[in-house]
T-cell receptor
Framework: ETGVTQTPRHLVMGMTNKKSLKCEQH?????MYWYKQSAKKPLELMFV???????ENNSVPSRFSPECPNSSHLFLHLHTLQPEDSALYLC????????????????FGSGTRLTVV | AQKITQTQPGMFVQEKEAVTLDCTYD???????LFWYKQPSSGEMIFLIY??????QNATEGRYSLNFQKARKSANLVISASQLGDSAMYFC??????????????FGKGITLSVRP
C-alpha cells in the first residue's frame, strides 16, 4: 500500500451510466491529481487540486467532473462516457512546497481500470 | 515547456544482468527534480529514485542508480542484477523544484522492460 487508495479497482459501465471514482490519501499531502493512462499513450494530466481548490483543468470533456471535498479525498464523477474513455485512471497526491519530502514527487494509487461499453 | 523523451520501445535483459533505460529531458529551468517510476501490470506507479538538478552525486537506491549527466540533459536509470520481478513499464518524469500547483510532474512515454530467465 502506497498510502493512496483508489476504489474501485475495476469498473465496467455503459455509456448512459453515472459512476464515481474515489481516491483517498492520509499522507498529509495538500495537492491531488487525476491522470488518465490510455494504451500506448503518455500519461495525461486531467485535473489538479491544490489546497482543495481546482487549479488546473487540461481541456477535459465535461463528462468528467472532479470533486475535492477535503484534502484527503478526491472524486471523479463520470457520466455519458464514450468507449474511447476506457483507460486506467490514476490518482496521485503530493506536497506542494517541498520536493524533498519522502516519498519524493507524487505518490500514486493503484488506479481504476475503466471499461466503457 | 518541459519535455521528457524515452525513445527505447522495449528492452530485454537476461536475469542477473544490468540494464540501462534512457531518458533525456528539456527544460529552461535551473532547478528541477528527476524521477523514475515503475509500473507493473497491476497498474500501480511505484516510485524508484529521485535526482535533484543540483545534486552532485548520482542517486542510488539499492539496485537502482541514476546516471545523471546535466550538460547532456540525460537521466538514465541503471538496474543492476535484474530480477524477473523487474519486468514492467518504466517512466521517467521531471518536476520543477520550486513546487506549487503549477509545478507538474511531466512523464515520458515509458519503456517496457522484460527480464528473461
Amino acid at each position: 500500500e502506497t498510502g493512496v487508495t483508489q476504489t474501485p479497482r475495476h469498473l465496467v459501465m455503459g455509456m448512459t451510466n453515472k459512476k464515481s471514482l474515489k481516491c483517498e490519501q492520509h499522507l498529509g499531502h495538500n495537492a491531488m491529481y487525476w491522470y488518465k493512462q490510455s494504451a500506448k499513450k503518455p500519461l495525461e494530466l486531467m485535473f489538479v487540486y491544490s489546497l482543495e481548490e481546482r487549479v488546473e483543468n487540461n481541456s477535459v470533456p465535461s463528462r468528467f467532473s472532479p470533486e475535492c471535498p477535503n484534502s484527503s479525498h478526491l472524486f471523479l464523477h463520470l457520466h455519458t462516457l464514450q468507449p474511447e474513455d476506457s483507460a486506467l485512471y490514476l490518482c496521485a497526491s503530493s506536497h506542494l512546497e517541498d520536493l524533498t519530502q519522502i516519498p519524493y514527487g507524487y505518490t500514486f494509487g493503484s488506479g481504476t481500470r475503466l471499461t466503457v461499453v | 515547456a518541459q519535455k521528457i523523451t524515452q525513445t527505447q520501445p522495449g528492452m530485454f535483459v537476461q536475469e542477473k544482468e544490468a540494464v540501462t533505460l534512457d531518458c533525456t529531458y528539456d527544460t529552461s529551468d535551473q532547478s528541477y527534480g528527476l524521477f523514475w517510476y515503475k509500473q507493473p501490470s497491476s497498474g500501480e506507479m511505484i516510485f524508484l529514485i529521485y535526482q535533484g538538478s543540483y545534486d552532485e552525486q548520482n542517486a542510488t537506491e539499492g539496485r537502482y542508480s541514476l546516471n545523471f549527466q546535466k550538460a547532456r540533459k540525460s537521466a538514465n536509470l541503471v538496474i543492476s542484477a535484474s530480477q524477473l520481478g523487474d519486468s514492467a513499464m518504466y517512466f521517467c518524469a521531471m518536476r520543477e523544484r520550486r513546487g506549487g500547483a503549477n509545478s507538474k510532474l511531466t512523464f515520458g512515454k515509458g519503456i517496457t522492460l522484460s527480464v528473461r530467465p
